[in-house]
């Protein structure tokens, strides 16, 4: 099984590697698969791994940041 770390993988593995696991991105007319897209630019460049990106989008969501709208329930 290949490697996903970025030591283990050239630039076009690692393009393949999000292209695979995202799917048909222009097939989506929400707009949103293109922000995850862009959300994986930085391994696919080499300068983070697949965990770092995914624990930083985590830790957003958890706290709630850059979701409009989306408000703890009131009380």
């Known amino acids: 099984m290949a490697g996903y770390l970025i030591s283990e993988t050239t630039r076009e593995e690692r393009e393949k590697i999000v292209a695979e696991s995202l799917g048909n991105i222009e097939a989506n007319c929400d707009?949103?698969?293109?922000?995850?897209?862009?959300?994986?630019?930085?391994?696919i460049e080499g300068k983070k791994e697949l965990r770092q990106i995914n624990m930083?989008?985590?830790?957003?969501?958890?706290?709630?940041?850059?979701?409009?709208?989306?408000?703890?329930?009131?009380?």
């Open 31 to 43: 707009g949103c698969m293109a922000g995850l897209a862009e959300m994986y630019q930085d391994y």
């Open 56 to 75: 930083e989008f985590n830790a957003r969501y958890v706290k709630g940041e850059d979701m409009p709208g989306r408000n703890r329930c009131p009380m």
